[in-house]
């Protein structure tokens, strides 16, 4: 024993060793390639850099011993008074710092940007960040310009002075900006600024390219952006600067088709556990009526938040306003905030939201990028249109690390309306489905399910309650007090009677909605003295969606000249 102790104390030494030898590998390639970029500055033609092969896959991207390493954390503490690194920012820091370029797939609010601010500030020249939101761009420069850091932006209403300003740092030999940040149309469409960008590139002074949202560049995530598809070229254009791409969703498909988009070949993956340990998620069945959709939603507020800020995601700009008014009434102080508020009026509402005077912000999707409050709960009036979405969005809740809730109310009537939105988008259908599957399903773990979408799995199968499924089917749940047990039945017959009213009604050329559908079925159970008239509505809901997600039923979409009607007819499997 005594021999294997030694033994396994010399192999930890060694391994030490070498790191550091490893550490120091790396570091002699990155002031090989430093050095080459200097004579490319003076002579203006590159360099041809013979590729030496050191692995530095095995590189512990956790380690302290880099070179910039000291001076990294007294300018984390400097600048940003931040004590200790998140769990993955230090290796992302550290792979970028050597050149690497990186996919850093982390959770909202995980603390993304600090993975190419610190870098930024550290290195020289001039970092560009591709940020697809004008409103999120203008937050982080006005932040970094707080902390006194040279961060500027072009957007499309910059002033030609600031313009001149920043295309002359693009060709100093000393640049004075350190961040520049810029939409991906800026990319795409400004020839002027791509050949400013070059000029940086060639006096080796292109530090690092951050692509914020970078799952924005797939077609199979649903935030896709064409501008974002062009930024590939950037690889091809400046082979020797590193690229940085920062996402808080992306399943495996999307990040092999980002890496492939942008030619990131021998990129190195980052990805920070995306299940949070301070969210609890549930799923409520919503009750029919508007009021009480309502009366729920602020019983839930006063009881468990008291006094604390959330925000309830609405389908429509309509409906933000009908449910803030109503929660008005039920004495909860509220705002809206959608697409159809001018920009002064959004303004006012996210600034009394943030002093407190507001408690809860009703919106759309159009708000949330870049918000920086405790949030205590995220509520959805109404499902996502896909599990990417809504992931970002409950996201939003508990930034802070406290326990916060995302509660979504689960309505029937819901799903058709979002199918209807949906329909025309490529993956729109496929998406909206697993939301639904998500929230139909009783057994499943919340987080479990959420983790298994984007791949990831969790060390325990039940999330130690924290969600309505795992709590539910133990004890109370912590924030509803329901208890959620539910008994099984055989569904056979009732399957046979929705069938049945499809092929009676189509027989009398009728086609039936899913609430029609239901509404059939219940009265022919009654009708014919069926056991299934124990079935309760939001029972013969339930089977209707269940007969969707297994494929005996599916949507059949009619166009009229003001919306899209969903009618339900015989799905794939129906044989
Ligand atoms: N290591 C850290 N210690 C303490 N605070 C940190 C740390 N890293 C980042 N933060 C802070 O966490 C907050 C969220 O960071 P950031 O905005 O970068 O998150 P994000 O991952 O980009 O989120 P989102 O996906 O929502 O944009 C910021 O206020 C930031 O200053």
Redesign the pocket.
Known sequence: QLELRKMEHEFQDKQKQVRSIRTEQQMLKKNMTDIAQEIQSFTGRPVNQKSHNCRNEDLDWSSEDFPWSKKLKQTALEV?K?E???PI?LQAINATMSKRDVLLI?S???????CFQLPAILSKGITVVVTPLVSLMEDQVLNLQQFGVEAHMLKADTSLDKVIDVYDSLKSPNPRVKLLYVTPEKISKSKQFMAHLDKCYKSGNLARIAIDEVHCVSQWGNDFRPDYKTLGVLKRLYPETPIIGLT?TSTHKITADTIHLLNLKNSLVFRSPLIRKNLFYEVRAKPPTHKDVVQDMADTIKENFNGQSGIIYCISCRNCTDVSNSLARCGIKTGVYHARCSAKKKTEIHQQWLNNEIQVICATVAFG??I?KPVRFVIHHSISKSVENYFQEAGRAG?DGQPALCLIYFGFWDIFRQTSMVFKERTGIANLSKVVQYCHDLKSCRSGMLAAHFGEVLEQCRCSNLCDVCSGLQSMSSFTGSSKIFTQHDITEACKTILRMIKSNSRDGVRLTGIQLVGAAIQDAKSRKHKDTTLTRQHWQRIVLYMLLKGFLREDFHLTSRSTIVYLTYGKNVR
Do not use: D, E, P, V
């Not at 909202?108 to 600090?114: A, I, M, N, R």
């Open positions: 940003f931040i200790h690194f998140h920012q982390m909202t609010g995980g603390g993304k940007s600090l808080a990028m870049g920086n930034r």
